[in-house]
Nanobody, 124 residues
Framework: QVQLVESGGGLVQAGGSLRLSCAASGRTFSSYAMGWFRQAPGKEREFVAAISWSGGSTYDADSVKGRFTISRDNAKNTVYLQMNSLNPEDTAVYYC?????????????????WGQGTQVTVSS
C-alpha cells in the first residue's frame, strides 16, 4: 500500500505562485512513478506532470510546460509541484498519484494510488 497526502493548495492571484506537496508512505515507494493530475469544475481529470523515481525523468503537460515543475525529495518521501505564472484556468482540485508502471504516465488509468486532492483557486 502507498498512502498519499496532498497539501499546499489555496487561493492565489493570477500571475502568482503556489507549491503543492505530496507526502508518501508505504512499501517500495521508490518503485513508483509519481504524477500530478487536476480536475476543474465541469471538466474531466487531466494530466499535469509526472516524475520517475528510478530515473529522475520528468514529463509535463503542454498546458503547464514552462510554468509548472515537478520534483521530489527522497529523504522526505515527498513529491512537489511548483506552480508559477498561475492563471484562472489552473483552478482545479489537484491530485497526487502513484503508478506501478513507467509508461503512459499521462493516463490516469495507469495509476494505482491517489491522494485526497487539494484545492487550488486562482483569482483574476
Amino acid at each position: 500500500q502507498v498512502q498519499l497526502v496532498e497539501s499546499g493548495g489555496g487561493l492565489v492571484q493570477a500571475g502568482g505562485s503556489l507549491r503543492l506537496s505530496c507526502a508518501a508512505s508505504g512499501r517500495t515507494f521508490s518503485s513508483y512513478a509519481m504524477g500530478w493530475f487536476r480536475q476543474a469544475p465541469g471538466k474531466e481529470r487531466e494530466f499535469v506532470a509526472a516524475i520517475s523515481w528510478s530515473g529522475g525523468s520528468t514529463y509535463d503537460a503542454d498546458s503547464v510546460k514552462g510554468r509548472f515543475t515537478i520534483s521530489r525529495d527522497n529523504a522526505k518521501n515527498t513529491v512537489y509541484l511548483q506552480m508559477n505564472s498561475l492563471n484562472p484556468e489552473d483552478t482545479a482540485v489537484y491530485y497526487c498519484a502513484a503508478s506501478r508502471g513507467i509508461n503512459y504516465l499521462s493516463n490516469c488509468a495507469f495509476y494505482d494510488y491517489w491522494g485526497q486532492g487539494t484545492q487550488v483557486t486562482v483569482s483574476s
